[in-house]
Structure formats: C-alpha cells, structure tokens
T-cell receptor, first 114, second 109 residues
Framework: ETGVTQSPTHLIKTRGQQVTLRCSSQ?????VSWYQQALGQGPQFIFQ???????GRGNFPPRFSGLQFPNYSSELNVNALELDDSALYLC?????????????FGAGSRLTVL | GQNIDQPTEMTATEGAIVQINCTYQ??????LFWYQQHAGEAPTFLSY????GLEEKGRFSSFLSRSKGYSYLLLKELQMKDSASYLC??????????FGGGTRVLVKP
C-alpha cells in the first residue's frame, strides 16, 4: 500500500503571498488532518477533513483553509503569508471509525516565508 | 484546559535504557500515542495506550496511568538509529492529536 505523499517538499514564499500544499492520503484512508510543526516543536493541529467537509479545527486563523476531494486527497491553502508561517506542514491520513485511528504522516512540506 | 509536557532533551549511551516521561491534562481522553521523528522526516507511529498499564513491543514499551495523567516510553538496548525526537500526544475527541514539544534523544557510542 502507498503511504501519504505531500508536495512540494520545499518552497520559499514572501510575506503576503499565498501558498497551496497538496496531500495524497494512504490507500484505504478517508480522513485527512493537517499539522504545522515549527522548528524544534511538536506538531500543532490545523484542521481535519472527513467526507470532503472540515471536521474539527485548531487555533488557526481563517486565512488557513483546506479542501478534501472525492478521492480523499487534500489541499492546504494559506493566504497573506506571514513570517511566522515558516514551518513544516504535515499531512496525516487515517480511517475514521472505532479504534485507535492511528495517523499516518507524510514527510511534510517545508515552507519558508521571507 | 488541555496541556501536555515532556522533557526537551535526553542523552544516553548505546545499549542502555532510557525512559521518556510525559504528563498531560485534558477533560476528555481517548488514548495516548507515541511517535518517533527523525530529523527532516515524518513522525512514525510507535505505540498507543488507552487503558492503564504497560504495552510492550520489542525494544519499546509504553506505560499509561490515566488517573495520574502520566505516560512513559521506555527504550531498551539503545541503538544509534534510535537518536530521534519522540513525540507524546493524546487524543481527546475525533482524530485530533494534541502533541507535546517532543523529546530529542541523543544516543552516544
């Protein structure tokens, strides 16, 4: 089975620009979550998508938005980029339902905002 | 409120044992996870505890005490490849995980 794949792996933007990050979930998984991981810190929950709808959101402003597509892949969009948005953005997929719902993470997209 | 705490860094010698402690506070609890993350790579799942007690999986074991809001990850027979960050996280509702800051473990020869 294929794992979680993310693109691009690295990108550089300037303040005020917009960015779109993409994620393909693991085969058989129907739920996608996005996390932001600043250097030297643990991942912070941004939001989760299930059945193409946002199904939980962390403490992030509305300029962070997302989509989930019928094939369960997902996008994270960030508008009006700020310097503090520089981080590793991790996508994780899982299977919604009973049980541990272990998250499978992708390798991440490292965003640098100058 | 919710919070989770773990030490920032630990150093141990190859072949030794290291215990990484994690304390948490949350009103709802649906499990405690440990992930390993090598520098520049994705976090990978190590263990899951939802009931009190010890779960053993090869060289790694994880313990949970729900009444104390406490967990630990025990790494035995340390190898150089175990040098990584170890992330503790609890699940309160849905699939959202609340992570600690991570414990960077450095294994020395």
């Amino acid at each position: 089975e294929t794992g979680v794949t993310q693109s691009p792996t690295h990108l550089i933007k300037t303040r005020g620009q917009q960015v779109t990050l993409r994620c393909s979930s693991q085969s058989g998984h129907n739920t996608v979550s996005w996390y932001q991981q600043a250097l030297g810190q643990g991942p912070q929950f941004i939001f989760q998508y299930y059945r193409e709808e946002e199904n939980g959101r962390g403490n992030f402003p509305p300029r962070f938005s997302g989509l989930q597509f019928p094939n369960y892949s997902s996008e994270l969009n960030v508008n009006a980029l700020e310097l503090d948005d520089s981080a590793l953005y991790l996508c994780a997929s899982s299977l919604e339902g009973w049980g541990a719902n272990v998250l499978t993470f992708g390798a991440g997209s490292r965003l640098t905002v100058l | 409120g919710q919070n989770i705490d773990q030490p920032t860094e630990m150093t141990a010698t190859e072949g030794a044992i290291v215990q990484i402690n994690c304390t948490y506070q949350t009103s709802g609890f649906n499990g405690l996870f440990w992930y390993q993350q090598h520098a520049g790579e994705a976090p990978t799942f190590l263990s899951y505890n939802v009931l009190d007690g010890l779960e053993e999986k090869g060289r790694f074991s994880s313990f949970l005490s729900r009444s104390k809001g406490y967990s630990y990850l025990l790494l035995k027979e340390l190898q150089m490849k175990d040098s990584a960050s170890y992330l503790c996280a609890f699940k309160a509702a849905g699939n959202k995980l609340t992570f600690g800051g991570g414990t960077r473990v450095l294994v020395k020869p």
